[in-house]
T-cell receptor, first 116, second 109 residues
Framework: DARVTQTPRHKVTEMGQEVTMRCQPI?????VFWYRQTMMQGLELLAY????????DSGMPKDRFSAEMPDATLATLKIQPSEPRDSAVYFC??????????????FGEGSRLTVL | AQSVTQLDSHVSVSEGTPVLLRCNYS??????LFWYVQHPNKGLQLLLK??????LVKGINGFEAEFKKSETSFHLTKPSAHMSDAAEYFC???????FGAGTRLTVKP
């Protein structure tokens, strides 16, 4: 049963610490999205990649956030240094984009981050 | 900028009555549009997708949505609400998969 896998599922850290969240997209998918969900802001698009190339990271605070795809089976989202306002659930999703049309996105279960 | 607007942050219906969740889009061309659902403490699941093949799109769990270009709308409907429909519903702009603010659906017994 193919699924998007995110680790860690839960993370509690202290302000100033580095946090790395990982995502394994579904094999064969060529598009990966990172979202952040909070009560106040809803689901925000942070960044997305197609064929491992970043297409849009305008939703990400550039000074502390970075997103990469070292290979087709791994996407990472790093926060350094973390701040309490980064506390949220971070979702990764993958999909197959054909001729510019992204089909269904499959979501991971999310990484719940708490920064104290 | 192209985007979607969900007109209601919260909708409450009684079980067995119709559901209407409203979504308008802003675009100079026909977009691809999605509806996703998120049940409490769960991930997100695709309900249905519009890609211009047909204006009336049927999804899972009895939901459907109609694309109306004249009204720039893509409202989600269901004839009869069930308790299990209580969740957060998101309209999504398909070109870059940006989510609307969400509509929380409450179903009263």
């Amino acid at each position: 049963d193919a699924r998007v896998t995110q680790t860690p599922r839960h993370k509690v850290t202290e302000m100033g610490q580095e946090v790395t969240m990982r995502c394994q997209p579904i094999l064969g998918h060529n598009t990966v999205f990172w979202y952040r969900q909070t009560m106040m802001q809803g689901l925000e698009l942070l960044a997305y990649f197609r064929n491992r190339a970043p297409l849009d990271d305008s939703g990400m605070p550039k000074d502390r956030f970075s997103a990469e795809m070292p290979d087709a089976t791994l996407a990472t989202l790093k926060i350094q240094p973390s701040e309490p306002r980064d506390s949220a659930v971070y979702f990764c999703a993958s999909g197959l984009t054909v001729t510019g049309d992204t089909g269904e996105l499959f979501f991971g279960e999310g990484s719940r981050l708490t920064v104290l | 900028a192209q985007s979607v607007t969900q007109l209601d942050s919260h909708v409450s219906v009684s079980e067995g009555t119709p559901v209407l969740l409203r979504c308008n889009y802003s675009s100079s061309y026909s977009p691809s549009l999605f509806w996703y659902v998120q049940h409490p403490n769960k991930g997100l699941q695709l309900l249905l997708k519009y890609t211009s093949a047909a204006t009336l799109v049927k999804g899972i769990n009895g939901f459907e949505a109609e694309f109306k270009k004249s009204e720039t709308s893509f409202h989600l409907t269901k004839p009869s609400a069930h308790m299990s429909d209580a969740a957060e519903y998101f309209c999504v702009w398909g070109n870059d998969m940006r989510f609307g603010a969400g509509t929380r659906l409450t179903v009263k017994p």
